[in-house]
């Protein structure tokens, strides 16, 4: 069998360190990677956290 390089989806996923994507320190505790995994994940979301709607009748 020889090694061939995979393209495409199929392709493995690189391994990123997660303190990096979440910008925390190696020491952080639960609390502060909580905090972290949250403001990104709502920074990712796309949809404004606060809307306001007005409706005029």
Do not use: C, F
């Not at 391994?15 to 020491?27: E, F, Q």
């Amino acid at each position: 069998m020889s090694a061939k390089k995979v393209d495409g989806l199929s392709a493995p996923a690189i391994r990123r360190d997660p303190y990096k994507v979440l910008s925390v320190p190696k020491d952080a505790n639960d609390q502060e990677i909580n905090s972290a995994y949250r403001n990104l994940s709502l920074n990712n979301l796309g949809v404004p956290i606060k809307t306001s709607v007005n409706v005029n009748v």
